[in-house]
């Protein structure tokens, strides 16, 4: 394996996830009896320039061509993005006159917002289900994977972009440096990038390693991130630390010749990164021990359940929820069914564990005790939907950062409402 930032080829194992299928490859009833292939899932740091990365054992095209995760089915993350839009106006000048590119725009989640602002945008998804869906709410999408030509074609057919935005794709792409050059191309040459990410201080900090799978190639601090930008002339001049998926990073960049002196968040950051080792090896290879002692929590507290006879349902069929379950082993005995809020998954199955998938209604009807909800990093407002469970003196637990549970309905729980579970 080389590292796909700095070419070199010592790179050190971190986390050693096993097998697990693709995370997003929902399996229908009728597949139920077909092999499942599994791909190693093993996160490694390079030690020259200190990635974060896998192998890229599945291409995006195999992924991305028809893809399971529509990003408008969570609320937050709508007006998450409607902020970044009303932000990003005031911060690079946006108005009449200016053109947005979003990379990998998904149902028009993000780019509605600039549609509604009456922003000139275009959205490159690669989907065609999802880009479909973003045509029908009026966002113009170009069905495509963004790369040299492809971004030489778009400032052709329009012009160079103000603003381009590149959120939860960085990480997504196992070509990094000709990706990079392309996102620089479609820039103009006073424009501006924003690249949202998940930060891989709290990968490690906080053992989030159901944030790997084999959709994310590479997991980026600011340090990485910094370098990997400059393959390509861009200077990161900001830094934002945002609580998406877990805690993520915004880094705002420019073409070298406009950047400019960065923001002080960029030394910030920077110096909390340092301060948690993760500017060395050293701090990388803590990661293993915290994701073992999450699974050991995770599996005595469903042994425990299951023991005492509480039944215990899912909510939400994420990606990162199905790299969790394979790492724990976490199969129907343990995990009657999961529950989501997006049709595509209804009726289908969980890759590798084969937990089935209903709509959110199931919870409603069976009043199970405890709701193991797989998106964690969505807290509050699942909390919020779910608050109805209250109601019969069901729980409703998280699995990370510890092991915890928001709503508690039955005094003799061991769960403490918005404390770690015994």
């Given amino acids: 394996m080389e590292c796909r930032l700095c070419g070199s080829r010592s790179l050190r194992s971190v986390v050693d996830l096993g097998a697990t299928p693709p995370c997003e490859k929902f399996l229908a009833a009728d597949e139920l009896d077909l092999p499942e292939p599994t791909y190693p899932l093993h996160l490694r740091v390079c030690e020259e320039c200190l990635l974060l990365q896998i192998p890229a054992l599945i291409l995006p095209e195999e992924t991305f061509t028809e893809y399971a995760y529509f990003s408008s089915f969570s609320d937050s993350w709508v007006a998450h993005a ?38 000139d945008c275009l959205g490159i998804e690669p989907s065609v289900n999802v880009g479909a869906a973003a045509r029908e709410k009026g966002v113009p999408t170009l069905t495509a994977f963004l790369d040299e030509e492809t971004a030489a074609a ?31 191309a479609l820039m103009a040459d006073d424009g501006w990038l924003s ?74 950051a920077l110096a909390a990164e340092a301060e948690a080792g993760l500017h060395t090896l050293t701090g990388h290879l803590t990661l293993a021990e915290r994701s073992e002692r999450v699974r050991q929590e995770l599996l005595r507290f469903l042994l425990d359940a299951k023991a005492s006879g509480r039944r215990v349902v899912g909510y939400g069929a994420p990606g990162k929820g199905n790299t969790l379950l394979n790492y724990c082993g976490i199969r129907p005995d343990l995990l009657e069914y999961t529950v989501d809020r997006n049709p595509y998954k209804h009726g289908r199955f969980t890759p590798g564990t084969r937990i089935p998938i209903h709509a959110t209604e199931r919870i409603a009807e069976d009043r199970p005790d405890v709701v193991l909800v797989l998106p964690w990093n969505l807290e509050k407002e699942i909390t919020e939907q779910l608050a109805y469970v209250a109601e019969w003196g069901g729980e409703i637990v998280y699995p990370l950062p510890t092991l915890h549970t928001a709503i508690s309905g039955i005094p003799e729980s061991p769960a403490v409402q918005g404390k770690a579970l015994a």
């Fill in 82 to 119: 409607g902020r970044f839009v009303a932000e990003a106006k005031e911060k690079t000048g946006l108005g009449d006159g200016s053109f947005v590119v979003e990379v990998a725009s998904n149902d028009g989640y993000l780019l509605q917002h600039a549609v509604a602002a009456g922003i």
């Fill in 154 to 184: 778009v400032v052709a057919e329009h012009r160079p972009a103000d603003l381009v935005v590149a959120n939860n794709v960085y990480a997504h792409i196992p070509d990094l440096l000709g990706f990079t050059r392309s996102l620089r």
């Fill in 195 to 268: 690249i949202e990410v998940h930060h891989a201080l709290n990968l490690v900090e906080l053992g989030q390693f159901d944030t790997i799978y084999h959709e994310h190639f590479q997991y980026y601090t600011v340090l990485t991130a910094q370098r990997a930008l400059a393959t390509a002339g861009l200077t990161v001049v900001d830094v934002e630390l945002i609580e998406t998926h877990g805690g993520s990073i915004r880094v705002w960049a420019r073409p070298d010749a406009v950047a400019g002196a960065p923001s002080p968040r960029v030394a910030e």
